[in-house]
């Protein structure tokens, strides 16, 4: 099956950003989320990370509207979006169907929406400091609330909907307090000095927990300004969630009978803290984070925190967009969800049977997905974005990886599937931009950088050690400027680096200089040799792949085609074709022997970056500059198994058509014919029948059905171009005739038609005038038909 040629790939999966900033809510059942996602919401299924609906999603002939913020109801029935035009948009939660929408009312934007707990009434919050009421049922106004300044950053209702009361705070970092009923100011809670990051009310609504960027958690109680307790946290605090009344997380647990009010936190550092507000103690701080703390002083790291009682889960959303969810009871991670991957810069499959595939994206951590399920682990390591990725052949569990932290590092997926990091160099004065291990053996790799130069290293004999150092065997200063790629000859004697110089050149093992490859008109991005061949191939910004003799260095074949620069470039079918991705978006395959592209294929919007091409070729995975993943499949051998089909299905249908013409069966051969779309033997069949009358061919076409009868009328078009067929072509025409005018028979080309049904008769020239008339082309009967007649 390896041998045989590929002829077309077919996209079996494609992966998209869902997540790429603002508001994030958890359905109560947990089987979803509803992540904002650019100008919609998608919805999505919280087992499979599959996107199930898209509510306010536009079409092209539609102007999108930016949704700013939205809320989902209590019974999680309703949502609720606010927009850049200043619309908010009431949805139906499960068929995403629009159901009304209203002007807001609001001078600026609307920053934050609140559902009563009795779904009843919604508050919105604008940039202009003012609280506006709404009524659902009426979908009217009932109060506009004042007082706060500037933009809203917390709004909620008091659970306990007898108490009537509304909580929001603004820019001047004050909590306020508002009768919802009356639109009167109640209390105003003085305490933070920056701004207030979320609001909870405990069970008995008696108590009230807010955070800000202060660093503090202040404890209120009800209706009363003054502060009960201030916990220094000492970090700015983005997100924090009340904790049920009875739960267990590690070396804790919290009985229904304790004293106290638990509250969870994150915000710079990355980690999640739970605090006794009562005590004002630190009760548990997660040790096993994901998150990377923020970069400075007062940054954000996690954006939000959502606890959904009904699984006993704590999910984690950060600054990245990845959704970390973990098991309340032991914090482990039970599944990462990546919203948005930002440009993705490479990719490699990995594992004995190559069922994982770990991602560089835009970003310092490595994703590490299962291709089953694209559950994904993020793998932290690199202090800056990772650039390049390349695994070993013969140890398809090992790989490397390089970034813009001027290191290369070696990793090693373990029998759980675990990824460890084995290796670090740090030789490279500058971003290492590609990296290319040894084929035969996993004794060495090669690394290039912006520092212009090309490395070799050894690989640690014992890879049961973590984080140890490795070094370069050799070192060379290989080009005058930035080298983009480096490639090892599958016999591991020779080495390969493209760069901007527009040059390739070819090193032996220890480094020497063997030759150089002068003939593309810009910079050189990839290069690959054969598997099988004494040839190497690179692809250019001048938008031409070339294929080159290493024997003599010359250029054998130049392939153009792209539109753009070509980004990446791989071998398939042991070296008798060529796969391409560019900068145009488009993914080509390439025949050698004919420099023929043989299938261009446009699945991304933008920069394909990465391709990733398995041990059989029969699996492809590109990424871009549009953050898409999409996993091709070879379909090759079924579509020549469906053509194969189709082949003997025509050759059955074409001798039961002799067979039935050799029998007389003339009604059967003729629906036959019809069907296979076969003009020359229904004609055949329409002249045997007319040696038996005119009448006969008018009782065989009673026969046929309503779409054989607009196939015939195509079919006597045609022939009645002909002098030696127009004496069947009338006759069907005028048999027909009366169909079409009832309205029975549709004609999709009526001109042709009417040009085909010109008739030789004064008698014919009175029907089709009826029926012209009929079909409001009185007009095309003056200048068309009158000659016709007059010849007669």
Known sequence: MTNILKEIYEKTAEFTAFYTGGEIQWTTDGAHLLCQCEDDIKVIDVNNVATVLAIGETNENTESDQIYTFQISHDNETVITAHKSGLMKLWDRNTGKEQKKWRSGHKGPVARLAFDSTDVNIASGGSDGNIRLWNLAHHTCTSSLRGALGVFTVLKYHPDSTKHLIFGAADDTKIRSWNSTNGKENVIYSGHFSKVTSLLFTIDGEYMISSGRDRVLILWKLNESKALRVIPVYESIETALLLPQTFKIPNFTKKLETEGIYVACAGEKGVIKIWNMHMSRLMYE????????????GGLAIQHLLFNEARNMLS????????????????????????????????IFIGEDETHIVVATNSKDLKYYDLQSMNCQIIKGHTDIVLSLARFPTKPQMFISSGKDNSVRIWLQDANNDIKCIGIGTRHTASVGSVFTSQTSSDFFTSVSQDNCLKVWQVPKDIEIFDQKIKSTHTELAHNMDINCVAVSPNDKMIATGSQDKTVKLWTEDLTLLGILKGHRRGVWCSCFSPVDQVILTSSADSSIKLWSIADLSCLKTFEGHESSVLKIEFLSKGQQIISSGADGLLKLWSIKSSECKMSLDNHDGKIWSLAVNKDGCLLITGGSDSKLVILKDVTMEHRDQRNKEREQQILQEQELMNLLHDKKMVKALKLALRMERPLHVLKIINEILKNGNDKLFETLKEINHTQKETLIRFATEWNTNNKNCHAAQLIFHILTPEIISGNLTLPHLDSFIEGALPYSERHYDRLTNLLQDLNLISYTVNCMQPHAIKN
């Open 286 to 297: 997660q040790n096993n984070s994901l998150v990377s703390p923020a970069s400075e002083e």
């Open 316 to 347: 984690v959303v950060t600054v990245d967009h990845n959704i970390i969810i973990h098991d309340l009871e032991t914090f482990g991670c039970v599944k990462q969800l990546i919203g948005f991957t930002d440009e993705i810069l490479d990719i």
